[in-house]
């Protein structure tokens, strides 16, 4: 704090800090003292609505984008990327913190005899919640995993299994997911999945996930558009040749992301709502793209190519000198 500094003064200098750097350098002193001249004689804090208005004022000026139709593609591209980015992130964090264990093996064993009576051909465990399967290489949720001999005892008989569960207080429903016959059952955070050859005891999909999903794609939105907003800024003070280039830096990251982006939306985010609904239920699971290493290298490099980018629009020379920073106001 500076000293000498009213403490109003002080507090309008704090909500300030809503506006950009580059305003704030060259406007600020103007601002502060509109804020200090439309106050009260020995005013010691800022009204509500005054308070309000500044910080308003502050985010609008930082979401403003540069005047050109390349801007608004731009943000509306990033936005879009910022948000998909974020409901994954947000879905991950959801499993990942608030899903519970799996029944044990006894548990687990009394729930199938409880629809199947007889013997299984094989019984695989994976605690993991997302994980890879040994044997065949493909992404899958962690569960318990019944297979039955379809040659010896025939195919399951799901209408029977699923009314057993029913009857023992199960929340029941048809299966919809591609090429598969049964239903689900879910009873607390327990999920069973059947089909005519095999039973999945998993967990349920955890409630935080539809929140943190939407949080996620709300915070990556804006992340997204403030990039650009800012990015904009700064190479409005740059060279010709170094705005083309942050710009071709950045249009060639962002067409890298686009198979990922493409692979998110149709697969893995509505995965994490239900993953029984999504194309290939069954052997799809979060982040599961980035498991092929030619999509994972490309991906990365138009990580690489958009970190690149805005670290070049930070740091490139200025084209003409900038103003000084106005004494009394953060930086």
Same mark, same amino acid.
């Given at each position: 704090?500076?000293?000498?500094?009213?403490?109003?003064?002080?507090?309008?200098?704090?909500?300030?800090?809503? /506006?950009?750097?580059?305003?704030?350098?060259?406007?600020?002193?103007?601002?502060?003292?509109?804020?200090?001249?439309?106050?009260?004689?020995?005013?010691?804090?800022?009204?509500?609505?005054?308070?309000?208005?500044?910080?308003?004022?502050?985010?609008?000026?930082?979401?403003?984008?540069?005047?050109?139709? /390349?801007?608004? &593609?731009?943000?509306?591209?990033?936005?879009?990327?910022?948000?998909?980015?974020?409901?994954?992130?947000?879905?991950?964090?959801?499993?990942?913190?608030?899903?519970?264990?799996?029944?044990?093996?006894?548990?687990?064993?009394?729930?199938?005899?409880?629809?199947?009576?007889?013997?299984?051909?094989?019984?695989?465990?994976?605690?993991?919640?997302?994980?890879?399967?040994?044997?065949?290489?493909?992404?899958?949720?962690?569960?318990?995993?019944?297979?039955?001999?379809?040659?010896?005892?025939?195919?399951?008989?799901?209408?029977?299994?699923?009314?057993?569960?029913?009857?023992?207080?199960?929340?029941?429903?048809?299966?919809?997911?591609?090429?598969?016959?049964?239903?689900?059952?879910?009873?607390?955070?327990?999920?069973?999945?059947?089909?005519?050859?095999?039973?999945?005891?998993?967990?349920?999909?955890?409630?935080?996930?539809?929140?943190?999903?939407?949080?996620?794609?709300?915070?990556?939105? /804006?992340?997204?558009?403030?990039?650009?907003?800012?990015?904009?800024?700064?190479?409005?003070?740059?060279?010709?040749?170094?705005?083309?280039?942050?710009?071709?830096?950045?249009?060639?990251?962002?067409?890298?992301?686009?198979?990922?982006?493409?692979?998110?939306?149709?697969?893995?985010?509505?995965?994490?709502?239900?993953?029984?609904?999504?194309?290939?239920? /069954?052997?799809?699971?979060?982040?599961?793209?980035?498991?092929?290493?030619?999509?994972?290298?490309?991906?990365?490099?138009?990580?690489?190519? &958009?970190?690149?980018?805005?670290?070049?629009?930070?740091?490139?020379?200025?084209?003409?000198?900038?103003?000084?920073?106005?004494?009394?106001?953060?930086?």
């Amino acid at each position: 704090m500076e000293p000498g500094m009213t403490p109003l003064a002080k507090r309008f200098r704090l909500l300030l800090l809503a /506006f950009p750097r580059h305003y704030r350098r060259s406007r600020g002193a103007e601002m502060l003292t509109t804020l200090l001249d439309g106050s009260l004689p020995g005013q010691r804090r800022p009204t509500m609505r005054s308070a309000l208005s500044v910080v308003w004022s502050g985010i609008r000026c930082r979401f403003r984008l540069r005047p050109g139709k /390349f801007s608004r &593609i731009a943000a509306a591209a990033t936005a879009l990327a910022g948000a998909v980015f974020g409901a994954v992130l947000g879905t991950w964090v959801a499993w990942n913190w608030t899903a519970g264990p799996l029944p044990s093996d006894a548990q687990a064993d009394a729930i199938a005899r409880s629809m199947v009576r007889y013997e299984p051909y094989s019984r695989e465990r994976y605690d993991f919640r997302f994980g890879t399967d040994p044997r065949l290489g493909q992404e899958m949720p962690g569960g318990v995993w019944y297979t039955y001999d379809e040659d010896e005892h025939g195919p399951i008989q799901t209408e029977q299994a699923l009314q057993a569960l029913r009857a023992n207080g199960w929340a029941v429903s048809p299966a919809n997911c591609r090429n598969c016959v049964g239903g689900i059952a879910v009873k607390g955070d327990v999920r069973v999945t059947l089909t005519r050859w095999s039973l999945v005891i998993s967990r349920e999909t955890p409630a935080a996930v539809p929140w943190l999903m939407a949080i996620g794609a709300l915070l990556g939105t /804006f992340g997204g558009w403030l990039l650009i907003a800012r990015i904009g800024r700064l190479l409005a003070r740059r060279t010709p040749w170094q705005k083309t280039a942050v710009s071709a830096g950045a249009a060639a990251g962002f067409l890298a992301l686009l198979p990922c982006l493409y692979y998110t939306v149709g697969w893995n985010i509505l995965y994490y709502i239900a993953w029984d609904f999504s194309p290939d239920g /069954f052997s799809r699971a979060p982040f599961w793209i980035l498991s092929w290493e030619p999509l994972r290298n490309v991906t990365f490099a138009g990580l690489a190519a &958009i970190l690149l980018a805005v670290a070049a629009a930070e740091l490139a020379p200025l084209d003409r000198q900038v103003a000084p920073p106005v004494r009394g106001l953060p930086e």
